[in-house]
């Protein structure tokens, strides 16, 4: 009988051993692991949070150091089991890039129908203007990852030489020869809304704008390289765009856009020998302003 108790006891002891050491792994795995990572499909990972980069996060779970790609973690918070004010929720951490800096160039072609030109010369003179050349130059902040405002400047430039021409004053008389060239530059000043949609990995991202601003109009009629005439015109412009950004670094992507720019006007300033008059285009007319603009640039965000 006492060697039976003598077993009884024993393993009595060795249960309670057992179940020490037990709570004592726990005390120590959930000292240890304080941290929370939240996966993209939904998994908890209780660990120790040691490093986080725009590209990974570095923990150490089971006593194995080990990363994983930031594009796959929903969320992370370091002290999670910690703070006794912790919703059972874990918060959503914003990690996005906020700054964004834009430079675009690339060409443009008018959208204004172009009036009837007898002369074979002068009409292949104004279709040729209506193409050119232009660059952007764009300034955002985002509020969140998908909304923001955005400051920008467009200039816009169309220029042809008509070639050999005689030039003849009131009368028709000729008063002399040689090349025409007419060019026009149109300077736009605003503010767009964006929306931003970046794709699963939030590297390459679609952008999305609206605006609003400042147009001016600026057409200049030189004869052997001297100017002319000028008209030149304000008016309240509109842009839409829509873009895609792939990044190509941490902070630098390459982007493509295509947008509309929009505006007319009725009232201009004509400048002919140093004297300007206030002119007005006929009711029921105007001068359409629209382009519509294909551009590539950089990226810069932060």
């Known amino acids: 009988m006492q060697s039976n108790k003598r077993k009884i006891n024993k393993n009595n002891i060795m249960k309670k051993v057992y179940l020490i050491s037990i709570s004592i792994f726990l005390i120590v795995c ?8 939240v996966t993209n499909s939904g998994d908890s990972i209780n660990c120790n949070i040691t490093k986080v980069t725009k590209s990974y996060v570095y923990f150490i779970f089971q006593q194995k150091s080990t990363a994983m790609p930031a594009n796959l973690v929903a969320t992370h918070q370091k002290g999670y089991f910690v703070d006794p004010s912790t919703s059972t929720a874990p918060p959503v951490i914003e990690d996005f890039p906020r700054f964004r800096v834009a430079v675009d160039a690339g060409g443009q072609m008018r959208t204004a ?9 002068l009409r292949k003179h104004a279709q040729k203007l209506r193409m050119g050349l232009h660059y952007d130059l764009q300034a955002a902040y985002f509020f969140t990852e998908t909304i923001g405002i955005e400051a920008m400047f467009s200039q816009q430039l169309f220029w042809n030489t008509l070639g050999n021409g005689v030039l003849t004053d009131a009368n028709e008389e000729i008063i002399g020869s040689g090349k025409f060239k007419e060019s026009t530059r149109l300077n736009y000043i605003g503010a767009n809304y964006l929306v931003r949609l970046f794709d699963s990995q939030k590297k390459n991202s679609w952008l999305f704008a609206f ?38 670094s941490e902070n ?3 982007g493509f856009k295509l947008s509309l720019m929009g505006g007319s006007y009725r009232n201009y300033k004509h400048t002919a020998e140093r004297v300007t008059t206030n002119e007005t285009i006929p009711d029921n007319m105007a001068e359409g302003l629209g382009t519509i603009k294909l551009s590539i640039g950089l990226r810069f965000n932060k």
């Open 252 to 254: 630098i992507s390459l």
């Open 30 to 37: 959930n000292i240890q692991a304080q941290d929370l990572i």
């Open 113 to 121: 129908k172009l009036v009837e030109i007898e002369d074979v010369e």
């Open 211 to 248: 605006g609003l601003g400042y147009m001016n109009h600026n057409n200049r009629l030189l004869f052997n390289k001297v100017e002319g005439e000028r008209n030149t015109a304000n008016t309240l412009g509109v842009n839409m765009s829509i873009g895609y950004d792939l990044e190509s």
